[in-house]
């Protein structure tokens, strides 16, 4: 069974930065592309970004565009969300999730995901 974990979450003010990380275990990483996404309260979980198996694509929603930066390391079973230049706009809890063969923008193609780290961009 595929378990996901986050960490990297906290408190930043605005135009500051936080690397969320997503460790996967019980399967092989290098088979799973991933995906990060987040909700906001009272929002629906929305995408955010996502890497494809090999890392050599990637895809970012239009407001992550310029300033977030997914990542892997297969050797490391981890995946990466760069946060550069947050906004109080960023604030949501952020999850991570994983899927075999193609990454894609949909929440409902994602089969397993971790428990969520909370990101909150505040002066």
């Known amino acids: 069974q595929v378990q996901l974990v986050e960490s990297g979450g906290g408190l930043v003010q605005p135009g500051g930065s936080l690397r969320l990380s997503c460790a996967l275990s019980?399967?092989?990483?290098?088979?799973?592309?991933m995906g990060w996404f987040r909700q906001a309260p009272g929002k629906e979980r929305e995408f955010v970004a996502a890497?494809?198996?090999?890392?050599?694509?990637?895809d970012y929603t239009d407001s992550a565009k310029g300033r977030f930066a997914i990542s892997r390391d297969n050797a490391k079973s981890t995946a990466y969300l760069q946060m550069n230049s947050l906004k109080p706009e960023d604030t949501a809890v952020y999850y991570c999730?994983?899927?075999?063969?193609?990454?894609?923008?949909?929440?409902?193609?994602?089969?397993?995901w971790g428990q969520g780290t909370q990101v909150t961009v505040s002066s």
């Open positions: 999730a994983a899927r075999p063969f193609r990454a894609t923008r949909r929440t409902s193609d994602y089969a397993y």
């Open positions: 019980g399967r092989t990483f290098s088979n799973y592309a």
């Open positions: 890497i494809s198996i090999s890392g050599g694509t990637t």
